[in-house]
Each structure stands twice: as C-alpha cells, then as structure tokens.
C-alpha cells in the first residue's frame, strides 16, 4: 500500500489549493479514504472523509463550506480542494485509508492505518 500527496503549497489568504493523493497497491474504489492535518505545535486534526463510490463526503467544522473532498476510482487518487484558504489552514496535510470520525480517531488510527508522507499547506 502506498499513499503519495501532493499539490500543497505557499498561498496568500483567500487562494485556493487542490491537493492530490494517489493511491496504489490495493483496490482504492474499495476503500473509505480521509484527510486529516497538523500544524505546527498542535495535535492531529481530521479534516474530511469520503466513502467508496464518492458517497457520504463529510467536512470537519473549520473546513466547511470551504474544502471538497473528492475521489477518482479511474485514476486511483483521492483529492481535496482547499478554497478561501484562512492562515489557520496552514498544516501538513494527509490523506488515510481509513474513515475516521474524529480528531481522536485520527491520532489512534495514526500508527494503525496507511497514511502518506503529507504536504505542507503554508497560508501566508
């Protein structure tokens, strides 16, 4: 199993980002997939989840409205599109196989479950 995100970057607030997580070495349409971050000096934190098929997406509170989380069975890659980006987004962002339903659930499953490396989303 491998999981590989990219697409994080330097932003002024108000931009836009799409994060990209391709996926291999397992049937990716079979599975739930989340996104969770970190920022600098603070714990874990989940930001959204998406079931296979694209079904039930669900967004963290501070990401509402402003992130879509989205998925590609074709091409094996989860996605999220970050929007009105606020400084507090700032963060190493990573994507899980795995369908967490809180920021507790996400620092469990961290040594548990299958995440990638991160990308650093920097909103300055």
């Known amino acids: 199993v491998q999981l590989v995100e990219s697409g994080g970057g330097l932003v002024q607030p108000g931009g836009s980002l799409r994060l990209s997580c391709a996926a291999s070495?397992?049937?990716?349409?079979?599975?739930?997939m989340s996104w969770q971050r970190q920022a600098p000096g603070k714990e874990l934190e989940w930001v959204s989840r998406?079931?296979?098929?694209?079904?039930?997406?669900a967004y963290a509170d501070p990401v509402k409205g402003r992130f879509t989380i989205s998925r590609d069975d074709v091409k094996n890659t989860l996605y999220l599109q970050l929007n009105s980006l606020k400084t507090e987004d700032t963060a190493m962002y990573y994507c899980?196989?795995?369908?967490?339903?809180?920021?507790?659930?996400?620092?469990?499953?961290?040594?548990?479950?299958?995440w990638g490396q991160g990308t650093q989303v920097t909103v300055s």
């Open positions: 899980a196989r795995a369908w967490y339903m809180s920021d507790s659930h996400v620092r469990s499953g961290q040594q548990r479950d299958y």
């Open positions: 070495g397992f049937t990716f349409s079979s599975y739930a």
């Open positions: 998406i079931k296979s098929g694209g079904v039930s997406p």
